[in-house]
């Protein structure tokens, strides 16, 4: 049975949609994934990049480690195979920095200027929360790209995280 936190599931949730999608974009033609599909993020791989750009955001924020991330909207890597290198090292780094959260830190006040230059505070659990809410925001918006271009993603429900439940 699951013995972690909260953080702790939605990062492996992460790393392993993260695992899941990567390997299915793999097999989508560049010229496809990279087509402007009318999503936020224009096409699958402008998604992509943008949810690393937003883990790298907010981790560095957290963690004040620099990490690699440009201006909102602005791809990090244009090749897939370096950016699905990137996306592994750094669902990594977020699995153990998750296992290591500690409740006293997460109750504190925490500060931060946001991308539209205003400055945001409260209790660092928030945006934490926001952190993992964010990722399954956009990859749910992969998925569908994903899907409207033929492709299976396959099951994308938190219970299906190999050694989260058991199965009878």
Not at 44 to 62: A, E, K, Q, S
Not at 82 to 87: D, N
Not at 126 to 135: E, G, R, Y
Request: with cysteine.
């Amino acid at each position: 049975m699951y013995s972690g936190n909260y953080y702790r599931l939605m990062a492996e949730y992460n790393r392993w949609m993260n695992g899941k999608l990567y390997a299915v974009c793999a097999g989508i033609p560049d010229e496809r994934r990279q087509a402007d599909l009318g999503a936020f993020f224009k096409s699958i791989h402008g998604t992509l990049n943008h949810i690393l750009w937003g883990d790298r955001t907010w981790l560095r924020r957290f963690t004040g480690q620099p990490s690699a991330a440009g201006p909102i909207g602005q791809d990090l890597y244009a090749d897939f195979g370096e950016l699905r290198a990137e996306r592994e090292k750094t669902d990594v780094f977020m699995l153990d920095w998750a296992a290591n959260l500690q409740e006293s830190w997460l109750a504190q006040p925490f500060e931060y200027t946001s991308t539209d230059g205003k400055v945001r505070r409260g209790p660092a659990w928030v945006f934490v929360t926001q952190l993992f809410n964010h990722q399954t925001h956009h990859r749910g918006q992969v998925t569908t790209l994903v899907k409207q271009l033929g492709y299976e993603p396959g099951a994308t429900d938190i219970p299906w995280v190999p050694g989260v439940v058991e199965s009878p």
